[in-house]
């Protein structure tokens, strides 16, 4: 149990910590002379220390919080004044990318769920009332499907190009998804339902045409990271807007600031897998290879990717620059 006395004795070492940073303001690490840059260095590693005893003693759970928020933006200031180098990239995709999933993965869920409920509600509409299908997916594409024609034989002749296409697609459809959260986080689940919609609408409409397994071994070798990479870009909306609209008892620009930059990472952290996702949706998925290789590269794909969100990243103290999303 933590206890009183060790409470005020490491207290000063906080306030001290969130001094420094709010002195540093928006201009960062530039309003700091020598010695502060140095205590905030040895400050951050001392309260990350205190952070990890305080998350032991379960009544201690508001200090881990307030621990929690203040090492995040330690972390903003840290890392907001530091260059880009290849070595800090290759850190941020191995290490800091896979924790901040780990710390955020609430979020992620969120985008899933709300993703889940558009497919489903657009699913039995479609069983409900066939002509829904017509509606929603326009008459060029409902004839495709009801001549029983898969509309991804095109992508084979042209593969170079469609992978570019996709790639720019997706990438532009997932920042979209992050950056309109700054709306309070209504166009992000707009977005994430109505793609939801779009894949119950064709799901359905492919089975009714006996093509179930034809979609889906399309879709199963790029959507197994396609598809996180969208819910991943949906928790970085969800966390903006959390930015905004709860702030708790940080001031709400510094909320901004903390959330926002959780969002932005996870942003940022899932390019990789849309490059990736867009040259398999280019090249491997529409091919004539059997059906059985293609699901065999998608649970390759998503094994890889689950072990990748789940251990990398491990055995080193976490870096709060977005733990604070999870509480």
């Given at each position: ?14 306030d ?7 002195k ?43 621990l ?13 004044g530091?260059?880009?180098s ?6 941020f995709?191995?290490e ?5 999933f ?19 509600a ?20 409902s ?13 084979l002749?042209i593969?170079?190009?469609a ?20 709306m ?21 409409a ?21 598809l ?46 849309l ?18 290789a ?9 094994g ?8 990398c ?5 976490d ?6 999303g999870?509480?």
């Amino acid at each position: 149990m933590i206890s009183a006395r060790w409470l005020a004795k490491r207290k000063p070492y906080w306030d001290r910590l969130e001094a420094i940073i709010k002195k540093a303001g928006h201009r960062g690490v530039s309003r700091l002379d020598h010695a502060e840059l140095r205590e905030l260095g040895l400050l951050y590693r001392q309260i990350a220390a205190d952070l990890a005893s305080v998350r032991e003693d379960p009544l201690s759970q508001p200090w881990a919080v307030f621990l929690n928020q203040l090492l995040a933006r330690a972390h903003n200031l840290i890392y907001m004044g530091s260059g880009t180098s290849k070595r800090g990239l290759l850190r941020f995709y191995s290490e800091d990318f896979p924790r901040l999933f780990r710390q955020t993965w609430i979020y992620s869920a969120l985008a899933f769920s709300i993703f889940l409920a558009g497919a489903l509600a657009g699913l039995f509409a479609c069983l409900a009332d066939p002509s829904f299908q017509r509606f929603f997916l326009g008459p060029q594409m409902s004839d495709t499907i009801d001549r029983r024609e898969m509309w991804t034989h095109s992508v084979l002749t042209i593969k170079p190009l469609a992978s570019s296409t996709i790639m720019t697609n997706n990438l532009s459809v997932s920042f979209t998804m992050f950056a309109v959260g700054i709306m309070g986080g209504i166009a992000t689940v707009y977005l994430l339902a109505m793609n939801g919609v779009l894949i119950g609408v064709i799901g359905a409409a492919c089975w009714q045409a006996g093509m179930g397994l034809q979609l889906w071994s399309f879709v199963a070798p790029h959507g197994a990271l396609e598809l996180p990479a969208v819910f991943i870009a949906g928790a970085g909306g969800l966390l903006l807007a959390r930015g905004l609209l709860f702030p708790g008892e940080l001031p709400r620009r510094e909320s901004l600031i903390l959330y926002g930059g959780q969002g932005v990472r996870l942003a940022l952290g899932i390019i990789p897998l849309l490059l990736v996702a867009g040259t398999l949706e280019g090249f491997f998925s529409p091919s004539d290879l059997p059906v059985a290789a293609k699901f065999a590269c998608s649970a390759a794909a998503g094994g890889l990717l689950i072990l990748y969100l789940t251990r990398c990243g491990r055995g080193k103290t976490d870096e709060p620059g977005g733990a604070a999303g999870s509480k």
